[in-house]
T-cell receptor, first 119, second 112 residues
Framework: GAVVSQHPSRVICKSGTSVKIECRSLDFQATTMFWYRQFPKQSLMLMATSNEGSKATYEQGVEKDKFLINHASLTLSTLTVTSAHPEDSSFYIC???????????????FGPGTRLTVL | TQLLEQSPQFLSIQEGENLTVYCNSSSVFSSLQWYRQEPGEGPVLLVTVVTGGEVKKLKRLTFQFGDARKDSSLHITAAQPGDTGLYLCAGARGTSYGKLTFGQGTILTVHP
């Protein structure tokens, strides 16, 4: 199956600093990438949809100035948590969409996640 | 509003038992996917169902998509400790450009 990588896998930072998380599709070009946040023992919460060369679409309640998304190429999207605070501590997961909307062949592949801890 | 209701949220069973996880919605989905996630890792796709009434089998796992494409189930036969994990259903709608709606998840623990 297709592989999606995330870097770093875990990061610990001080309150007030910014953290950048990279998401790469390794063996396919992703038309769209998605960013999720997950709390312990809970489901995934979609934060934003990222399309190459255009502005990200944020879900309701997600601060776009807080969570900056850049989709520079068809294989790379980055999420920057600006001025991080302890409440931003969470597991952040990206996914990359392989396909162009054909039902059954349009699949999302998930990265391994990034554990962010803000002290 | 949760568009996909997944149940049960927690399931603790003994090795060898059977179990079923359900995902229900009042909305129609063009496809529905099931994922399994282990702690500290990303979700791994198990199956995608597309056609109403479709049944897919993956070893001891059986997936079914409802005739009206509003619900789905995952049945595990003779569960093993290695089946332990978080199971997630996620639906895609035709106009959502790939965006998935996730259920709440089911935490399955299989005791040896």
């Amino acid at each position: 199956g297709a592989v999606v990588s995330q870097h770093p896998s875990r990061v610990i930072c001080k309150s007030g600093t910014s953290v950048k998380i990279e998401c790469r599709s390794l063996d396919f070009q992703a038309t769209t990438m998605f960013w999720y946040r997950q709390f312990p023992k809970q489901s995934l919460m979609l934060m934003a949809t990222s399309n190459e060369g255009s502005k990200a679409t944020y879900e309701q309640g997600v601060e776009k100035d807080k969570f900056l998304i850049n989709h520079a190429s068809l294989t790379l999207s980055t999420l920057t948590v600006t001025s991080a605070h302890p409440e931003d501590s969470s597991f952040y997961i990206c996914s990359a969409r392989d396909g162009f909307g054909d039902i059954g062949t349009d699949t999302q592949y998930f990265g391994p996640g990034t554990r962010l801890t803000v002290l | 509003t949760q568009l996909l209701e997944q149940s049960p949220q927690f399931l603790s069973i003994q090795e060898g038992e059977n179990l079923t996880v359900y995902c229900n919605s009042s909305s129609v989905f063009s496809s529905l996917q099931w994922y399994r996630q282990e702690p500290g890792e990303g979700p791994v796709l198990l199956v995608t169902v597309v056609t109403g009434g479709e049944v897919k089998k993956l070893k001891r796992l059986t997936f079914q998509f409802g005739d009206a494409r509003k619900d789905s189930s995952l049945h595990i036969t003779a569960a093993q400790p290695g089946d332990t994990g978080l199971y997630l259903c996620a639906g895609a709608r035709g106009t959502s450009y790939g965006k998935l709606t996730f259920g709440q998840g089911t935490i399955l623990t299989v005791h040896p």
